[in-house]
């Protein structure tokens, strides 16, 4: 398993002198699903900033594949998701915000609009492909932008808050298109409820922008304790039967939990 991203002794400042990122290591290997989670304000944007060569950190290097510290040289391979759908609707139309990154990277007309058309019929778009980006609602907003991201294909995915304005129907699409998609994926999630779903691996950030804890999310999710340090609570299914079951059996989700109350 090759390593995509490694980061070391990763430290920005912003102009004002707010230390918001401080991390002393940080490794992603290729195909690992990883979800940076944290209190608000606690550097999960930042580092995804940080990550994605969108920011040049005050101090320390990120390498990508190994060998590369410049991430402008690994863009194509990077889709980088900002938590604002506006940075990447500046087209005038939905189809062409869509359509820009596999026409940057010289993907052929006939594929692009392929894809462009797979992705507008599965997050929902399609009737809006003709519209100013401008005119759609913060959802379709936000289903427009992962599809511009997905649209070119990339290696590695840096999304920071994906799910944020969507809805319960188009989020589990953009899981199942997550899922299906092959390369590092890091997910920045809102809530922790949507965690087991998307990673198996938890960054948790905390409240000064170092990493608390760096593991499975089995075992982050279940630590009461660590969680309550930065901040947080365990999602709800954990908090409904931590007090009956030992960790190690505690259901994640709330599908979970129904199999394991229907088994019993
Ligand atoms: P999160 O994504 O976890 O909510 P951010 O990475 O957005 O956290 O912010 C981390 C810290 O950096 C916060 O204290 C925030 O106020 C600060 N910060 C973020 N952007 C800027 C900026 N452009 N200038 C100054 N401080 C910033």
């Known amino acids: 398993m090759g390593r ?54 005050t ?40 359509a820009y990154g596999p026409a940057q990277l010289g993907m052929s007309r006939e594929r692009a609009d392929e894809r462009v058309a797979a992705l507008a019929e599965t997050l929902g778009l399609t009737d809006l492909l003709d519209r100013p980006p401008f005119r759609l609602s913060g959802g379709e907003k936000q289903r427009a932008a992962v599809a511009s991201v997905l649209a070119f294909d990339p290696d590695v995915l840096l999304l920071d808050e994906p799910l944020g304005a969507v809805d319960a129907t188009y989020r589990e699409r953009i899981l199942t298109l997550l899922d299906e998609h092959d390369g590092a994926t890091v997910v920045f999630t809102p809530t922790l409820d949507v965690v087991p779903e998307v990673a198996e691996r938890v960054v948790l950030v905390d409240t000064d922008g170092t990493i608390a804890a760096d593991g499975d999310v089995r075992s982050v999710l279940t630590d009461r304790e660590l969680l309550e340090s930065v901040g947080l609570r365990p999602p709800a299914t954990v908090r409904l039967f931590e007090d009956v079951l030992p960790p190690a059996e505690i259901p994640l989700t709330v599908d979970a939990g129904r199999r394991y109350l229907r088994e019993k």
Do not use: M
């Open 59 to 98: 101090a320390g290097t990120v390498e990508f594949f190994g060998e590369t510290t410049d991430a402008d040289a690994v863009r194509e391979r990077l889709g980088v998701l900002l938590q604002d759908p506006d940075d990447y609707l500046f087209n005038t139309t939905v189809r062409e915000d869509i």
């Open 4 to 57: 995509v991203i490694d980061a070391r002794s990763l430290v920005h400042e912003y102009p004002d002198g707010t230390r918001a990122l401080d991390v002393v290591s940080l490794a992603i290997d290729d195909g690992e699903s990883v979800a940076v989670v944290g209190p608000n304000g606690s550097g999960k944007s930042t580092l995804q900033l940080a990550l994605g060569g969108l920011i040049d950190p």
